[in-house]
């Protein structure tokens, strides 16, 4: 498994729903990477303001960029690496449990006013996805065959981390030693 972050490069990273900078995965992001930055939005946020505001920071960066996304921010940092993509600037994205689709989602409890800033996550390049297949709010299974099959279409372009662990990943500590 080959999950290591470049040496050099500027980490960043979106947390999901309700999470924030003070979230337990990016401590553990920041204990290994003391320069990496949360880019943080907030429940009531206009995400559409947040996602351009983050693209027209990010392609100022002159180090080599990772974003890494959890859940919903996944889904988000996926869509900022596709504009970059098209601006030419590469950047590897990390997903760690991220929200593909809102139908993967187990319970029907996703605030409406957050669906319209989702997107579909279509195409991947340099990306590597954590799932927990103990994810209790994600259909893991769900998640698993979605990338799995995008993978044998399209290969080289993912990497697939199945781990035994929960939506939180609560080791995620011990899959940091990896990056």
Request: hydrophobic fraction near 40%.
């Amino acid at each position: 498994m080959k999950m290591m972050i470049a040496e050099g490069n500027k980490v960043f990273y979106i947390h999901g729903l309700y999470g924030s900078r003070s979230s337990r995965k990016f401590g553990f992001i920041q204990q290994k990477y003391p320069t990496a930055i949360c880019l943080e939005w907030k429940f009531n946020d206009n995400v559409d303001v947040f996602l351009q505001n983050t693209f027209h920071m990010l392609e100022t960066v002159k180090d080599p960029i990772t974003l890494i996304g959890s859940s919903i921010g996944g889904n988000f940092a996926w869509q900022i690496q596709q504009k970059l993509l098209t601006e030419g600037i590469n950047c590897e994205l990390i997903l760690i449990n991220p929200m593909i689709e809102l139908m993967y989602k187990f319970e029907d409890n996703f605030p409406n006013h957050l669906v319209q800033y989702l997107s579909p996550m279509d195409t991947f390049s340099n990306t590597k996805v954590i799932i927990g297949l103990k994810d209790e709010v994600l259909d893991a299974h769900q998640t698993k065959a979605f990338f799995e099959m995008y993978d044998y279409n399209n290969p080289n372009k993912i990497e697939i981390t199945l781990v035994e662990d929960d939506h939180r990943i609560s080791n995620f500590h011990k899959l940091l030693v990896d990056f």
